[in-house]
């Protein structure tokens, strides 16, 4: 039977970590057919995540806390799917914009042969709800990817995507982000070597937590561009 590991990267989510943990356990539990595992990846919160992250292990069964003493969701993400062995790798973000109902065949994309599934929210058949701002930041952003890489992807950024151990071995040693680049680092040193299977999966999501995000917008996207420019001179 398949393992699955489904990685939590959390930052101070003192607010939303029970609720979410929660409903993803009530899902997994009578959705999952195949071996899970809940993993919640605390990187370097400062609130009582580690606390309610710990409790949560303790009272549920399959979810199991790690405790990195260092901030980034891309080094969360790493560790966990470095250190912990399955067959298939997932993660989804802690505010559950992604609805969750689309994990089951997430898992199954893989187990069906595919290297690396993304969730998106620019495909026929996805549906997407959020504010103007950030959908034309998102827009623009995707625009310089493509101009950049001519790929053929249309989403990089969203917080649910799963891969198996081949894409672990062979592709997340690669990667030297650590924080919010770390997806389209993924995505594109795997389709460029052309040796992946890469599925796009439509999803529904929702916008979440808007005035409460933990991505500095315009920080985070000078990072994005230098990076882009980084990958862009090495591959």
């Known amino acids: 039977m398949p393992k699955i590991i489904l ?46 992250s710990d409790n949560l292990s303790k009272n549920l069964q399959r979810v199991s806390s790690v405790h990195l003493g260092f901030k980034g969701r891309g080094n969360a993400l790493k560790y966990v799917w470095t250190n912990f062995k399955a067959d298939v790798y997932a993660y989804c973000d802690a505010d559950l914009a992604t609805d969750i109902s689309n994990l089951k065949e997430l898992f199954d994309s893989v187990i069906d042969g595919n290297n690396l599934v993304i969730g998106s929210r620019y495909n ?12 034309l930041i998102s827009v623009i952003y995707i625009f310089c990817v493509k101009l950049l890489f001519k790929t ?30 770390f997806d389209t680092e993924l995505i594109l040193l795997a389709e460029h070597s052309k040796r992946y299977r890469i599925k796009e999966l439509p999803i529904r999501w ?30």
């Open 7 to 52: 990685a939590i990267p959390v930052y101070n989510e003192e607010k939303i970590l029970n609720g979410s943990i929660e409903k993803l356990h009530n899902y997994m539990s009578q959705n999952i057919k195949y071996d899970w595992e809940i993993i919640i990846a605390d990187n370097g919160s400062t609130d009582r995540t580690k606390e309610i």
């Open 124 to 135: 026929k058949g996805s549906a997407s709800k959020r504010t103007f701002g950030r959908w």
């Open 152 to 181: 053929k992807i249309c989403d990089f950024q969203c917080g649910f995507k799963a891969l198996d151990n081949k894409i672990v071995k062979e592709i997340i040693p690669q990667i030297k982000d650590k924080e919010w680049f």
């Open 206 to 235: 929702q916008e979440t937590r808007v005035k409460d995000s933990k991505v500095k917008i315009l920080k985070t996207s000078i990072n994005y561009i230098k990076n882009l420019v980084r990958l862009r001179l090495n591959i």
